[in-house]
């Protein structure tokens, strides 16, 4: 069963650059989740509407029948242009504030778009839905916030959750720590409403997970200053790829995404249930 405060996290210091900036704050630095009531607000306003993946996502799912149900749907990212592009679809969160901000957008569709969506608040590895699916989709390469015991219950609840012929869609990344020769990167980053942020990612060469942390940009004089910090499991498609099989999975496509970032290169995975 999942948590959001992923326990490697939870309790731990901040290193680095991203460290140093945090104590520098004293005790006017809030540390938050990524994904929780404070963090959530962050992430929407910096990737909430941003369309990476979008294109390839909605290429794989055209032509496929049925519903598409959209794991970790976040704020909507992924749920919105498969609504605009006409599929039926089921967004499931585990965040309740995550959630909260996609069933906002919904109240501001029209009343046509809206019927063809509804929300569930669950967790990705541990789920029973009543119906089954053309596509199940887990994007933004979010696999990777599911620790190691929990990514079989994923494959289990995909798995029972898909029709006869659909397709399970995921993205992950390939993190290459030798394109800029540092283990920390630090990102200036301006979001939909125009607030600035500064985004860390630190990731030492052949550990199993990296770790992102957000803040406001400039810092504000004085006041309490969030700083939204999640971390995530490195999860190579190739690992990916052998999960799924000795899952009962074949994978029939693996298509890189985009032209990566240097140190990212996301990558489309297309799978069946072997039957
Ligand atoms: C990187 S965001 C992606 C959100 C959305 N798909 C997007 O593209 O913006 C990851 C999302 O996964 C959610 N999440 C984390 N663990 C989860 C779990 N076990 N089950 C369901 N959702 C989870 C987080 O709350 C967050 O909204």
Redesign the pocket.
Known sequence: M?T?LSPARAGTPLTGRAGAAVDALGDRARICD??DAHG?RV?HDI??RTTQ?VPEILAAVRGTDGPVL??????????FPLLAAGHQVTA????PD?LALLRAGLTNAPDEVRRRCDSVE????DFRLDRRYGVVLL????IS??PDE?RPGLYRCVRDHLAPGGRFLLTTVDVDPAADGTDESEIPVTGARGHGYLMYEQWSPGAATRTVTVLPQPVPADGPVTVATTTIGVLPARQVTAELEAAGFTVVATTPIGQGTGRHHDVLIEAEVRR
């Open positions: 999942s959001l990524l994904y959530s992430y990737c909430g993946e959209d794991l970790a749907a976040g704020s909507g990212r992924l749920t499931l969160e585990l965040s995550m669950a967790d990705m590895s994007g933004t390469t979010t916030l599911l929990d």
